[in-house]
């Protein structure tokens, strides 16, 4: 969508009255903003789905700027381990609903907010309800079932869905919105196995990263609503805390995938069921590079989605991503050992060992993945889809 055809989701609510004027007097003398926009937000309605360290930056961040209706969704209780990172809860917050805890956090700066407290887990029964309740969906949780459960009834009541992840030292987030752009499966087709990815519980997180992304999901709910902007539709943004560097990839949609027709119908799993393969060896980076340099022959295989193999990619690996590995799709056989890539390498190691199980041999990992080559010097490139 061009930046200067951005509708807006959500027609103004009534007049302001003078103290709200006064209020929001800093975002409404913005240009293209205006009392107008501000009475757009006041008639909003926002659905929040997790309560944790994005949901503790988001929520009231746009409760400040104005959002009329707030929705939060979580079941969980506030802990000692959360409070580094889930500024909107205290100590004495301890043990208390998540929701609960948020939302008078939320009262505390503006008693005029609308608050929908909902402390409870998603799941099929409730996801497509709470949707279509609300004029946009966020996606502050911290799983792959509730991310893609949510996309997928997002795409079923047509909701703009704004999403965001943060894990270690990085941050993600985007926009998905399948009747005017790409949507979620369009940029991750498939959930990964629980073994391919990390939790912040157990790989960690920088704090301060739920501030970074979870002001520009609430910056993008904003855009949304009053029509400001260009939308992240068909974008999606990496954020490094390490090096301060932002990168953009792009993404279309998926010529061949299917629609979503119902909550974790077949051809769209919320899971995937276990698959077991035999532990494979690694190959360090200064090994790779050894080989590379000697012209040893070295078949590098890339099991990352099509978007981060364009982003950025090992020169001369080929593109083989893990929805074709689940299907069955093997490297094509050639000339010396296997070495399969990915970003970091639990998704290498997975695909490595499936290659194993059905008979490929000669296969390895890259250890630390395309991060560990790109920070110890190795070139990469931008590639073809």
Known sequence: MSSDAVPALVGPGTALTADRIRRYS???????????????????????????????????????????????????????????????????????????????????????????????????????????????????????????????????????????????????FGLSWTSRGPGY???????????????????????MLCQTVGSQLATEAVKVIVGLGELLLGRVLTVDALTGRTRESRFERLPARAPVTELGGTGHPLARPMQVGPEVPMTTVAELMAMLRDDEPVRLVDVREGWEFHDRRIPDSELLPMSAVYAGSDPEPGAGPVVVVCEHDPRARYAAGMFVARGVAQVSVLAGGIEAWADLGGPTERGDA
């Open 26 to 172: 800093r975002q409404i003398m913005l240009p293209g903003f205006g009392e107008l926009g501000q009475r757009r937000l006041a008639a909003a309605r926002v659905l929040i789905v997790g309560a944790g360290g994005l949901g503790c930056a988001v929520a009231p961040a746009l409760a400040a700027a104005g959002v009329g209706t707030l929705g939060l969704v979580d079941d969980d209780v506030v802990s000692a381990s959360n409070l580094p990172r889930q500024t909107a809860h205290g100590e004495a917050d301890l043990g208390r609903s998540k929701v609960d805890s948020l939302a008078e956090t939320l009262l505390a700066n503006d008693g005029s907010v609308r608050i929908e407290r909902h402390p409870i887990r998603l799941d099929a029964s409730n996801a497509l309800d709470l949707a279509q309740r609300f004029d946009v969906v966020i996606d502050a949780s911290d799983n792959f079932e509730t991310r893609y459960l949510l996309a997928d009834a997002c795409e079923l009541v047509d909701r703009p869905l704004i999403w965001g992840s943060i894990l270690r030292y990085y941050g993600q």
């Open 185 to 207: 499966r369009d940029l991750f087709p498939d959930p990964p196995h629980p073994s391919e990815v990390g939790s912040c519980e157990l790989s960690g997180v920088l704090p």
